[in-house]
């Protein structure tokens, strides 16, 4: 029983220079934090570990690594096996205003050639970190500049690139990415999420992570212009399930809705919340809530099962 337990667990680390913002948007993500909150929080000293439970059986093993100098250069010399040994994800952050991004992009080569020696099939996620610092006209070309330079030292690697900021909802967005690359048979969920979307009549059906209200799946119907839509709920009810805690209330569920369309967000499964939007006039929300009681036990079945049933590498 230990050992299964174990196999659900996945290493990810999270790297990058010094004051690059790793800890503040962990802190974000999985603390609680708000951004104004961040300027408080030191500096990391070596490693810091945290077990962060995720959908019940995933754990996702969280190593925090400090970005100074000499810690760097530890982590690629006497400590190399131990920290890129059987590694799930990588999240690199680098801080666009740095002043050494040279030295930046050296470590960041260190790091995926030690990731190539000793663990079998990572994913790579780059934030380009602290975007609301440059200009709006020129995010776009600092970004994509960064993404090249990336793209040509991870080559067969899969990677995915981010340009991020504590202070909107691209953060939310970057993270949601990540735990979705996690969740094993996640393309079943999906389906699964499908039909319940056409029980319902729904024009889009979208699942959350509970404690940290990350995306983790969704299924529609028709077509949405706002493609940035999920991560800006996430960052909307985060802020707004931290006011009720604030305020010794707790947060269950919510409804909300307008002369264009209507939404409900209800707990879901133990780990999970889920919201149901739909444009038709005839939306009846308690009928909503009926199918969403009456799914519940099949969804808690799939979820755990799902995360049970891929070991890790």
């Not at 319940?196 to 212009?225: N, W, Y």
């Not at 009681?293 to 890790?312: C, G, M, T, Y």
Request: net charge neutral; proline share 3%; hydrophobic share 40%.
């Amino acid at each position: 029983r230990r050992e299964k337990m174990q196999n659900q667990w996945k290493k990810v680390l999270l790297m990058g220079k010094s004051n690059a913002g790793k800890t503040s948007m962990r802190s974000i993500i999985f603390a609680n934090y708000i951004a104004r909150e961040t300027t408080r929080l030191g500096y990391t000293q070596d490693v810091e570990h945290s077990h962060v439970r995720f959908l019940g059986n995933l754990v996702l093993n969280l190593w925090d690594c400090g970005g100074q100098e000499a810690y760097m250069e530890s982590y690629f010399e006497s400590q190399r096996d131990h920290i890129f040994r059987n590694v799930a994800v990588l999240i690199y952050v680098f801080d666009v205003e740095s002043q050494q991004m040279a030295k930046d992009i050296q470590y960041f080569t260190l790091c995926v050639e030690a990731l190539r020696s000793n663990s079998e099939n990572p994913k790579i996620f780059c934030l380009v970190h602290k975007m609301d610092l440059v200009p709006e006209d020129k995010r776009e070309e600092v970004f994509n500049k960064q993404k090249a330079v990336v793209a040509d030292i991870v080559k067969e690697l899969e990677t995915l690139c981010f340009a991020t900021s504590i202070w909107d909802e691209t953060l939310y967005g970057a993270w949601s990415q990540i735990v979705y690359s996690l969740i094993p048979n996640v393309a079943e969920l999906e389906n699964q999420l499908l039909s319940f979307c056409e029980a319902c009549g729904a024009d889009e059906v979208v699942l959350f992570e509970r404690a940290t209200f990350l995306v983790i799946s969704h299924a529609m119907q028709r077509p949405f212009k706002d493609e940035h839509r999920f991560e800006k709920i996430s960052n909307i009810i985060k802020q707004f399930k931290l006011s009720c805690t604030k305020s010794q209330a707790q947060f269950n569920s919510m409804q909300v809705c307008s002369s264009r369309f209507s939404a409900l967000i209800d707990l879901f499964t133990p780990t999970t919340y889920i919201m149901v939007v739909s444009s038709e006039p005839s939306f009846r929300p308690a009928a909503i809530h009926l199918n969403i009681q009456n799914a519940r036990p099949f969804f808690e079945r799939h979820i755990s099962l799902d995360v049970a049933s891929k070991p890790d590498a």
